[in-house]
């Protein structure tokens, strides 16, 4: 599930695009829809920069320089509230009730973390290439 959710944030792809391995599209979305309307993936994200900034491996030092930084025309006036939640369905409501796959959710984003560093830091040794 995490994996489809990741996958179509990395590539952009529609969800009817998902790939067949990560599972029903429908569900794959329905889940990060629920998520992210209960405040799933901030607290996630709070917890895993907590991790990383205990460790030492965050570096809180950024400068934005906000004479550079435009926005669209459109931008102003955005809707802030997260969707709604869906509405009681029967089963399926109470499927996503009883599910709460914090540690499993959390040592899958760790992972993909270290796996993202690792790949990073093996790119970083090899030599350049000339194109």
Do not use: C, N
């Amino acid at each position: 599930m995490i994996d489809g959710i990741l996958h179509r944030v990395r590539t952009g792809v529609q969800w009817r695009d998902l790939p067949e391995r990560f599972g029903p599209w429908k569900t794959v979305y329905e889940r990060h829809r629920l998520w992210s309307a209960d405040g799933t993936w901030e607290r996630l994200l709070q917890q895993v920069q907590a991790a990383a900034d205990a460790a030492g491996e965050i570096d809180w030092d950024v400068s934005v320089d906000s004479t550079i930084v435009r926005a669209h025309q459109h931008a102003a006036g955005a809707r802030t509230d997260p969707p709604p939640a869906p509405g009681s369905k029967g089963a399926a409501g109470v499927e996503y009730q009883a599910e709460t796959p914090w540690q499993s959710l959390i040592v899958r984003l760790v992972e993909v973390v270290l796996e993202v560093r690792a790949w990073a830091a093996r790119g970083a040794g090899s030599p350049a290439s000339s194109t």
